[in-house]
């Protein structure tokens, strides 16, 4: 089964630690990325990758980090220095960033709350 | 990054009536893409429009991409309860990289028995 996987799905952290949050496809997507979803504001991008070993600031980059091993794999880690880090977290994937494969495919999702 | 407008927020409707929800942007967008969003879960991609006029439908949806590149609507026959959930129209433009793809603040699908 072809798809894009999230784990875990809910997610309790003390304030002041870093968590890192997974994300796996095998749709062999060579573009990942990660969002924010907070309620009444839509998707909010942090980061993306078109290649292996590459990737790039979205609009809210402050306070997480990433990286991209593998073409399969796309972790993010929310640091300490996010200040506000209590949302839902999600994944997607796409072919490429040119407009005939640039459709995106979600994962579940991961919520994270920091207590 | 672009700014869309999606409109209504929210919907309150009865079982069985049509739904119509639209996003509009001052930029052009090459392509358009509508995805549901059921609660506690990620969006699920319900119709792709890659061409200017192009209406495409996918069962009970019916989803266009404006002449002008600038709007699309999404039209729901026959609501059932099932369809409750959030809307998300994204439009994405060429040469925009990953930040071409800008995502609708989503209308609420609120189905009254």
């Known amino acids: 089964d072809g798809g894009i996987t999230q784990s875990p799905k809910y997610l309790f952290r003390k304030e002041g630690q870093n968590v890192t949050l997974s994300c796996e496809q095998n749709?062999?997507?060579?573009?990942m990325y990660w969002y924010r979803q907070d309620p009444g504001q839509g998707l909010r991008l942090i980061y993306y990758?078109?290649?292996?070993?590459?990737?790039q600031k979205g609009d809210i980059a402050e306070g997480y980090s990433v990286s991209r091993e593998k073409k399969e794999s796309f972790p993010l880690t929310v640091t300490s220095a996010q200040k506000n880090p209590t949302a839902f977290y999600l994944c997607?994937?796409?072919?490429?960033?040119?407009?005939?494969?640039?459709?995106?495919?979600f994962g579940p999702g991961t919520r994270l709350t920091v207590l | 990054g672009q700014q869309l407008n999606q409109s209504p927020q929210s919907m309150f409707i009865q079982e069985g009536e049509d739904v119509s929800m639209n996003c509009t942007s001052s930029?052009?967008?090459?392509?358009w893409l509508w995805y549901k969003q059921d609660p506690g879960e990620g969006p699920v991609l319900l119709i792709a429009?890659?061409?200017?006029?192009e209406l495409t439908s996918n069962g009970r949806l019916t989803a266009q991409f404006g002449i002008t590149r600038k709007d699309s609507f999404l039209n729901i026959s026959a609501s059932i309860p099932s369809d409750v959930g959030i809307y998300f129209c994204?439009?994405?433009?060429?040469?925009?990289?990953?930040?071409?793809?800008?995502f609708g603040k989503g209308t609420h699908l609120i189905i009254q028995p």
């Open positions: 997607a994937s796409s072919k490429g960033l040119a407009v005939d494969t640039d459709t995106q495919y």
């Open positions: 749709l062999n997507h060579d573009a």
């Open positions: 990758s078109q290649i292996v070993n590459d990737f």
């Open positions: 930029s052009i967008f090459n392509t």
């Open positions: 429009l890659y061409k200017a006029g």
């Open positions: 994204a439009g994405f433009y060429s040469g925009g990289g990953a930040d071409g793809l800008t």
